[in-house]
């Protein structure tokens, strides 16, 4: 749509979490080192939460990517699992052949055998779950007893929780408090500052083929500031749809009054912070909602 007019080799703000997009700046670059001193020094259980929209799946999957070779990595994206469910899941992830149906012992033995023979080939084993916080109270202590496994001197299985914060109200309940107990690191993730967005703007427009000047005005990043209070999955949406905007218009420049269209467009964005954080997700869906699309459609570019 925009692309061309842009000169952009793709689309700059979608929603798909690309770690080629991932943003080096301040508590994302801290996070991920974070993650990885951790994990390097044995660390059995560590904790990321953050709202809706914050950025927890890019970096989970940025640091699967930067883990190196001695590391073995298993990824669950959905884990609303039962406890079976949960090691036939790991199971799978280690590369571990299951024929047929076999009892939940069995399966554990079975996980534990990889495990011993991962770390016998200098590996460190690594779990990292994301959407954590819709994991059942049963499935959450089954993953304690998961990582129970362990040799005389180390742990067989690190495990690295990304979870909104219900995480922290599910670790709370009285049945999992052992698990919490066993949490050696947490970071939260929080919304980027106003100079962090612009940063983030550009950032994006650059890897997506940018060369020219930068479309967005300094007051059309403001009132996106305000709007999106740093959450940068709004952010996205409201670049994105006004880049739509300008494109409609025929101008190089998004100017202020295209972010304030974008933003009658996008109902997450007219929320209070807190509400418009846990709706965001709804919201990520409709990037060519009616207003935006209408705008488009009168001017005779779609």
């Known amino acids: ?27 994302y670059t801290e996070a991920l080192n974070t993650l990885i001193v951790a994990l390097r020094s044995g660390e059995g259980f ?11 799946t890019l970096l989970c999957r940025k640091l699967l990517n930067t883990l190196d070779d001695q590391f073995a990595t298993a990824y669950i994206p959905n884990p609303y699992l039962t406890p079976y469910g949960l090691y036939a899941a790991v199971a799978e992830e280690l590369a571990i052949p299951l024929r047929g149906q076999i ?19 200098g590996k460190k084993v690594v779990l990292c779950l994301d959407e954590a916080q819709a994991m059942p109270i049963e499935t959450l202590e089954a993953l304690r007893l998961l990582t129970n496994l362990e040799t005389e001197k180390k742990k067989l299985l690190q495990v690295v929780l990304f979870g909104q914060p219900e995480l922290d109200e599910r670790l709370n309940n009285p049945a999992v408090r052992q698990l919490r107990q066993r949490i050696t690191f947490s970071y939260e993730l929080t919304p980027i500052d106003l100079g962090g967005m612009q940063d983030y ?11 020219g000047s ?38 190089q420049t998004v100017a202020g009054n295209d972010v304030k269209l974008a933003i009658k467009d996008t109902a997450a964005a ?8 846990r709706h965001a997700g709804l919201i990520a869906g409709l990037l060519g909602a009616s207003v935006v699309m209408w705008y488009l459609v009168s001017r005779h570019f779609v």
């Open 46 to 56: 560590i904790k990321v939460s953050g709202e809706v929209g914050t950025g927890k």
């Open 1 to 27: 749509m925009y692309q061309e007019h842009f000169g952009l080799k793709e689309l700059p703000f979608s929603l798909t979490p690309d770690t080629g997009y991932f943003f080096p700046y301040g508590h």
């Open 270 to 277: 007219q929320m209070t912070r807190t509400v418009r954080a």
């Open 103 to 121: 009892g939940s012992h069995h399966l554990l033995k079975l996980i534990t055998h990889r495990l011993v023979e991962l770390t016998q080939f």
């Open 214 to 251: 930068k479309p967005f005005s300094a007051r059309a990043l403001r009132a996106m500031y305000k709007a999106s209070h740093g959450i940068p999955r709004l952010i996205n949406i409201l670049c994105h749809k006004s880049l739509m905007v300008a494109y409609g218009r025929g101008t």
């Open 201 to 211: 703007v550009s950032h994006r427009l650059k890897v997506a083929g940018l060369e």
